[in-house]
Structure formats: C-alpha cells, structure tokens
C-alpha cells in the first residue's frame, strides 16, 4: 500500500493560517470517513488532533479542524501559535481493510 | 490514571523472534480495535497492524504479512505482537494505540504508549 502524499514542510508566522493537505485515492481518503490528523513533537508520542474527517478529540483546540474533498484530505490550523510547530502525519482506513499514514509535514512557525 | 504501557523490546539478530506486549489500564479495552504503529528514528510513522475488539479480525501491512502475528487477551487487558523472521528494516519503535471510535477499526486514536524499541542487528 502506498502512503498518502503530504508536502514534506509549510511555514507560516504566528497568527496565521496554514493547510497542510493530504492525497490518496478513491481507495483511501476518497472511499472512507476515517481520515485522521497527529500531532508529533520530536523525540515524543503522536498526539491525535482530528478523527473521522473532522472530529476534534476532547482538549484539542478549536483552532484546529479538519476537512476532506475528493481524494484529499486538509489540516488548517488558524491563529498559528509557535506551540503549533511540529511534524503533522494523516491517515486513512483503505479499501483493502489497512491503514496508511502519509510521510509527514513539519510545519515551522516563523 | 488512562494509559497503554509497551514492553519486551530489545536487541535481537536478524532472524530472530521477539513478542512485545501492551497493558492497557483505566481505560476501556474490550471495545475497541487496537493498531500496532512504527517510526524508524527520524522518518515518518508507518502502520503495522490491527486487530479487532473481540479478537476475530486481523490486519498487516505488506511489510510483515507472514511474520508478523497480533493478538489480544482481554482478560489482561493485553495486546500482543509477535515478531518473526525480523529483519534489520524492522527496527523501529513500536507504539500500540486505541482506536478511536468503539467498533470502527479506522484509525489509532488518543491512547498511544510510549513506543518501544526494537533493534534488529548482529
């Protein structure tokens, strides 16, 4: 199975707004609603941001949403916080009955 | 306190065998499906496995499909991983994660462990 496509970095400065987007196919994000967002310090456990498209888990800010259209999927993070850097990773439940991440996107706030 | 807790990593040669565990605790186990996930140092993650809450389904990814087994013992509130045939590109931590939502299967959610290491090397 292929990982989904993220761009490897985005920057943007604090109280902005970035998207991070993330491709499959028909097979993965286009087919399914369980496409999920993680947040990874380095060196510290992924801490997940966005389930099911676009369900924030209890104690993720607001600034924080999710959506998907077609085969990709979008992480926008609004009013950018230097707290925000970090790696980013999506994932997606396929057709085939797997689970894929994508290859990651560290996001540097200037 | 709500945790998933991984243990018996370590170094073992290529070729070789090794069972990591994951001890759930203050938190629901039973209904949930459970995934396996790995990071080499320095690159991005990679799911591994699932299994299904009672046990009846599983999944691999290409990479371990026929040496690798998942399975759990819901009576310990334990998932387990047995690794075979391990081949130096299965170093990595191993993180086991809670699905999200009870019953879907669809991706690791909000309790993940520690991760472990697992070194394959002579």
């Known amino acids: 199975q292929s990982a989904l496509t993220q761009p490897a970095s985005v920057s943007g400065s604090p109280g902005q707004s970035i998207t991070i987007s993330c491709t499959g196919t028909?097979?993965?994000?286009?087919?399914?609603?369980?496409v999920s967002w993680y947040q990874q310090d380095p060196g510290k456990v992924p801490k997940l941001m966005i389930y099911a498209v676009s369900n924030r888990p209890s104690g993720v800010s607001d600034r924080f949403s999710g959506s998907k259209s077609g085969n990709t999927a979008s992480l926008t993070i609004s009013g950018l916080q230097a707290e925000d850097e970090a790696d980013y990773y999506c994932?997606?439940?396929?057709?085939?009955?797997?689970?894929?991440f994508g290859g990651g996107t560290r996001l540097t706030v200037l | 306190e709500e945790q998933v807790v991984e243990s018996g990593g370590g170094l073992v040669q290529p070729g070789g065998s090794l069972k990591l565990s994951c001890a759930a605790s203050g938190l629901t186990f039973s209904d949930y499906w459970m995934h396996w996930v790995r990071q080499v140092q320095g690159e991005g993650l990679v799911w591994v496995s699932r299994i299904k809450f009672d046990g009846s389904e599983t999944s691999y990814a290409d990479s371990v499909r026929g040496r690798f087994t998942v399975s759990r013992d819901d009576a310990k509130r334990t998932l387990y991983l047995q690794m075979n045939s391990l081949r130096a590109e299965d170093t990595a931590v191993y993180y086991c994660?809670?699905?999200?939502?009870?019953?879907?299967?669809?991706?690791?959610?909000?309790?993940w462990g520690q991760g472990i290491l697992v070194t394959v090397s002579s």
């Open positions: 994932s997606s439940y396929t057709s085939s009955r797997l689970v894929v």
């Open positions: 028909s097979s993965d994000v286009g087919g399914h609603n369980y």
């Open positions: 994660a809670r699905d999200q939502i009870p019953g879907s299967g669809g991706s690791p959610g909000d309790y």
